[in-house]
């Protein structure tokens, strides 16, 4: 059984049953089934599904909102938010898959030899592709797979237990993997798809800096410091977690830095007024103040927070105030772990030398954030940072544009932009060689040639009696109703090799799409997604 909780009160929400095994089997028999018919559909079709999909979650936004904050206690105003990004992954990936699809024409020299050979390299599926996404952004996390994987597969969801990954992975009918959440299950998932030979792809937890240096603009730094580390209330992979500030501005910016975090509203999530709701579990407040305790025990100063937060009718809630520690030894083990709430740690340094060094301190690499004007400090930030993204004044954020991931124990592989989408696509080299044409002997006269025997009634060895056709799959009829929706829709251009154009080196178009020239949506009750 699993179980939903609301973590503003403690109440359940819902109960659902895992998957039976029968049922599973199904599903993937299903998946299986679809991954060879999927890839015929023509692009046009696969985006007008997706365009679709996004006038659909626009359309359900306050449902699907108010469905996340009472299932994990984000803020409502946040998830509000996740919806409407969603919806513009969704957008993006129907806008610029044509161009990440494309088959790219490679010039090649072959002077030397009498052949002439054309050459191209071509983006096809994978297959069945397992993905195991986590809790703390419910719809983004699947969505930023979702899209690039419906525009160039297809998708479905599997309500299953965590036992119940490792036998869906070993099924053969999976291909691949890709999943995001704790170091211990990324670590379990990549060790099986690699005795399994699958190819996988992990996005795990992070211990970002926040680098804040003499040339900043304080108040902005300062103002983004508490919302780099409360976002999400806390729980977020790439939510800033150790402050790093230069001496000559340090004291100015821990008066306001503590501040700005006591002053925080922590409350009802559902209330438009509140900063920061509850975390998700029972678990995640005692794993805090375990780590709050360990910090103490290290030389830490708790400045403000570092305990449970009561609220009004929500004394069984998931609250932790918001948390500010400073002095901890930087070589001390709690310095080396994620914590995932609004807790922040406080580093005082005297270079960028020093900044540089500590903020590599870490066994994880997914983002940095660095407060500079100096162009030379950017310089050497972007190039000695061991992280997957580097952002300069401004918050790290995930972007549909931009490649996501990290290195070190944050995990390999990317996610977002053309990157991610190609990281479960197979690469494929494709070599056509134009060679003379034989010469033939010249045929014997009619008088001399053998007699043509007559076509034998039964099949011989050689001969296949004609087969019959497929029975149609669950996903084919499900295209085909949809597809009565948009009857007059314009084919995609062939993908012969023939017909190509060499890809030229401008950027993916980033614009805004243009919803006048989105097809008309078809009727809901119509609509299946899997």
């Known amino acids: 059984m699993i179980q939903?909780?609301?973590?503003?009160?403690?109440?359940?929400?819902?109960?659902?049953?895992?998957?039976?095994?029968?049922a599973l089997s199904a599903k993937l028999a299903l998946a299986a089934s679809a991954a060879k018919t999927y890839p015929k559909e023509t692009l046009d079709q696969r985006m007008f599904w997706m365009r679709r999909l996004a006038a659909l979650l626009e359309a359900d936004i306050e449902e699907l909102a108010v469905t996340m904050t009472s299932e994990m206690g984000k803020t409502l105003v946040s998830a509000r938010a996740e919806v409407s990004k969603?919806?513009?992954?969704?957008?993006?990936?129907?806008?610029?898959?044509?161009?990440?699809?494309?088959?790219?024409?490679?010039?090649?020299?072959?002077?030397?030899?009498?052949?002439?050979?054309?050459?191209?390299?071509?983006?096809?599926?994978?297959?069945?592709?397992?993905?195991?996404?986590?809790?703390?952004?419910?719809?983004w996390q699947v969505f930023r797979f979702l899209a690039p994987a419906l525009m160039a597969g297809v998708f479905q969801t599997l309500l299953i237990e965590a036992r119940q990954v490792e036998h869906v992975l070993n099924d053969p009918?999976?291909?691949?993997?890709?999943?995001?959440?704790?170091?211990?299950?990324?670590?379990?998932?990549?060790?099986?798809?690699?005795?399994?030979?699958?190819?996988?792809?992990?996005?795990?937890?992070?211990?970002?800096?926040?680098?804040?240096?003499p040339s900043a603009n304080l108040d902005v730094a300062i103002?983004?410091?508490?919302?780099?580390?409360?976002?999400?209330?806390?729980?977020?992979?790439?939510?800033?977690?150790?402050?790093?500030?230069?001496?000559?501005?340090?004291?100015?910016?821990?008066?306001?830095?503590?501040?700005?975090?006591?002053?925080?509203?922590?409350?009802?999530?559902?209330?438009?007024?509140?900063?920061?709701?509850?975390?998700?579990?029972?678990?995640?407040v005692e794993d805090l103040l375990q780590q709050v305790t360990q910090a103490r025990e290290?030389?830490?100063?708790?400045?403000?927070?570092?305990?449970?937060?009561?609220?009004?009718?929500?004394?069984?809630?998931?609250?932790?105030?918001?948390t500010v520690i400073a002095g901890?030894?930087?070589?001390?083990?709690?310095?080396?772990?994620?914590?995932?709430?609004?807790?922040?740690?406080?580093?005082?340094?005297?270079?960028?030398d020093e900044a540089i060094d500590l903020a590599n301190d870490t066994p994880f690499g997914l983002?940095?954030?660095?407060?500079?004007?100096?162009?030379?400090?950017?310089?050497?930030?972007?190039?000695?940072?061991?992280?997957?993204?580097?952002?300069?004044?401004?918050?790290?954020?995930?972007?549909?544009?931009?490649?996501?991931?990290?290195?070190?124990?944050?995990?390999?592989?990317?996610?977002?932009?053309?990157?991610g989408m190609r990281e479960f696509l197979n690469t494929k080299t494709v070599v056509v060689a134009e060679v003379p044409a034989p010469t033939h002997p010249t045929p014997p006269e009619a008088s001399e040639a053998e007699p043509i025997p007559e076509p034998s009634a039964e099949p011989t060895p050689d001969t296949v009696p004609d087969q019959p056709a497929d029975k149609p799959s669950e996903f084919q009829h499900i295209a085909d109703q949809l597809r009565k929706f948009d009857p007059n829709k314009p084919t995609s251009p062939s993908a012969d090799p023939a017909n190509l154009e060499p890809i030229q080196s401008e950027p993916i178009p980033t614009d805004p799409p243009n919803d006048d020239d989105t097809p008309p949506p078809p009727d809901d009750s119509m609509l299946h997604l899997r």
């Open 86 to 139: 969603c919806a513009a992954g969704c957008r993006y990936y129907a806008d610029n898959a044509a161009h990440i699809l494309a088959p790219e024409r490679v010039p090649t020299d072959h002077s030397d030899s009498l052949e002439q050979k054309d050459c191209y390299v071509r983006y096809d599926p994978l297959g069945v592709i397992l993905a195991v996404m986590p809790w703390n952004f419910p719809l």
């Open 4 to 22: 939903s909780l609301n973590p503003a009160n403690g109440k359940l929400f819902r109960s659902f049953d895992p998957l039976t095994p029968e």
């Open 173 to 213: 009918r999976v291909a691949a993997v890709t999943l995001t959440g704790s170091e211990a299950a990324g670590r379990a998932v990549a060790a099986q798809a690699g005795w399994l030979v699958k190819k996988s792809v992990l996005e795990l937890g992070g211990s970002d800096p926040f680098i804040v240096l």
């Open 328 to 352: 901890v030894m930087p070589n001390a083990a709690i310095c080396q772990e994620e914590f995932f709430g609004p807790v922040a740690l406080l580093f005082r340094v005297a270079s960028l």
């Open 223 to 284: 103002e983004n410091a508490i919302k780099a580390r409360c976002i999400n209330n806390g729980q977020s992979c790439i939510a800033a977690k150790r402050f790093i500030v230069h001496e000559s501005i340090y004291a100015e910016f821990e008066k306001r830095f503590v501040a700005g975090m006591a002053e925080l509203r922590v409350g009802d999530p559902m209330l438009e007024t509140t900063d920061l709701g509850p975390l998700a579990t029972p678990q995640a």
């Open 367 to 419: 983002a940095a954030t660095a407060w500079t004007s100096d162009d030379a400090e950017r310089q050497r930030l972007a190039v000695e940072i061991q992280a997957g993204a580097v952002f300069f004044n401004t918050i790290v954020a995930s972007d549909n544009r931009l490649p996501f991931g990290g290195i070190k124990r944050s995990g390999y592989g990317r996610e977002l932009s053309a990157i």
């Open 298 to 322: 290290s030389g830490g100063r708790v400045l403000t927070g570092g305990s449970r937060a009561f609220v009004e009718d929500g004394n069984l809630g998931n609250y932790f105030q918001p």
